[in-house]
């Protein structure tokens, strides 16, 4: 939580221990590290689908083998990568996230930028896997009389979030600077609203 910034919320003096943090964690990046993260960065397209794909293999594998196996293999990778780099599995993974659904710009209300993670995590194992939220959030919309245009370019471009809170920040300049000019090209130069 002390990445995030909320803590200065409550804090009497305002101090932001979530700038600190990033600063640190910047300051201990080696020019390899800030290298692969913007790697990443400029080849996210990339990255969303073999996210999915994982997602989709760990859940068939722990359905067949259960999630300690899985588990114990992350943890052996991040101890030889990076714990900042491959991700844990503590339990039951998520199932991949459909495919967007179909949408049209024409008559649409808002653009609705929706955020990589809801494009590569679907909904939880024990649930059903639809609707996903993308689906749930386009229907009530449109139900709303304020229907929703999701850009067809949409992967590939993330928040930078990921980059941001673990200080690199050439991939975040990076990925901010294209999630920026594309919400100006799909709003029309502001004049549609984005719906994250």
Known sequence: CAGDGTCSIPCPIGINTGTLIKEFRARENSPAAEWVALRLAKHWKAVEPLARLSLWGAHAFSSVFGVKPLTALTAAVRSVVSPDLVPAVPGPMPRAASDLPETDKNGAAAVY???????????????????????????????????????????????????KSKGFRRGHKYMAQAVADAMWRWSDEGSLPIVV
């Open 113 to 163: 930028f929706c955020a990589c993670i809801n494009r590569m995590f679907g909904r939880d194992p024990g649930r059903p896997a639809a609707p996903s939220l993308a689906e749930a959030f386009v229907s009530l919309s449109r139900r709303a009389g304020k229907p929703l245009w999701i850009p067809p370019d949409v992967a590939g471009l993330c928040c930078s979030t990921p980059w």
